[in-house]
C-alpha cells in the first residue's frame, strides 16, 4: 500500500536530518546507520570526525582519546541554535554556562575592521584564540563566528568593548 501523507513526512523529515552529503559538489545523499547516535559539540570541542575514505567508505574516527563509557561528540559545524533548529530539528539548552552556541560575529567582526596599529587585528583574534577565550572553526583553523556562551566569550566581549547580552541574544 502507498503510505500516508503522515508517513511521508515522517520519511521526508527522517532523511533530511539525518543524510550525509548531497549538498557538496558531486557528492551523493547518503544515509548512514549508527553514526547519528553521536551528540554535536562545537568543531573544537568534538572528540570524532566523519568522513567518507578515498576508498568509499564512509568512517568515524576518533581525534582525541575517548575514554570507555565516555560520549562520542561529533561536529555539525559551528552553527548557533537557530541553524541546528532549521537543519538539524534540535537546539542546545541555552544555559549561560555550558557550552550553548552563540553567534559571536560581532566580536569576530570587530576584530577584524580593527584599524589600530598598536593592536592590528589579526593579532587581537589571535591572542584571543591562543588564551582559549574564544574557539577556532577547526584545529589550528580560523576563530569561528559561533562560540560557546560562558565565561571566555564574556571576557572576550569585554576586551574588545562588544555587549555580551547582545551576543548571546542574536
Known amino acids: 500500500p502507498a503510505p500516508t501523507l503522515a508517513e511521508y513526512?515522517?520519511?521526508?523529515a527522517v532523511v533530511?536530518?539525518?543524510?550525509?552529503?548531497?549538498?557538496e559538489a558531486g557528492a551523493e545523499a547518503m544515509l548512514i546507520p549508527g553514526v547519528d547516535q553521536a551528540n554535536h559539540q562545537h568543531p573544537a570541542r568534538a572528540n570524532s570526525a566523519k568522513a567518507l575514505a578515498p576508498w568509499g567508505d564512509f568512517v568515524v574516527v576518533a581525534t582525541r582519546g575517548i575514554r570507555a563509557g565516555a560520549e562520542v561528540l561529533s561536529s555539525y559545524g559551528p552553527k548557533d541554535n537557530r541553524a541546528?533548529?532549521?537543519q538539524f530539528g534540535f537546539m542546545l539548552p541555552p544555559?549561560?554556562?555550558d557550552d550553548t552556541p552563540a553567534d559571536a560575529r560581532p566580536v569576530v567582526e570587530w576584530l577584524h575592521n580593527l584599524k589600530s596599529e598598536a593592536v592590528p587585528s589579526a593579532e587581537a583574534l589571535e591572542a584571543l584564540c591562543e588564551?582559549?577565550?574564544?574557539?577556532?572553526?577547526?584545529?589550528?583553523?580560523?576563530?569561528?563566528p559561533v562560540q560557546p556562551v560562558g565565561p571566555g566569550l564574556r571576557e572576550a566581549c569585554e576586551e574588545v568593548g562588544v555587549a555580551y547580552s547582545e551576543v548571546i541574544n542574536t
Not at 533530511?16 to 549538498?23: E, K, L
Not at 588564551?131 to 569561528?144: D, E, K, N, P, Y
Request: with cysteine; aromatic share 6%.
Open 9 to 12: 513526512k515522517w520519511a521526508v
Open 16 to 23: 533530511t536530518s539525518r543524510v550525509y552529503g548531497g549538498g
Open 84 to 86: 541546528l533548529l532549521e
Open 95 to 97: 544555559d549561560d554556562d
Open 131 to 144: 588564551r582559549q577565550l574564544l574557539l577556532r572553526s577547526s584545529s589550528g583553523g580560523q576563530c569561528s
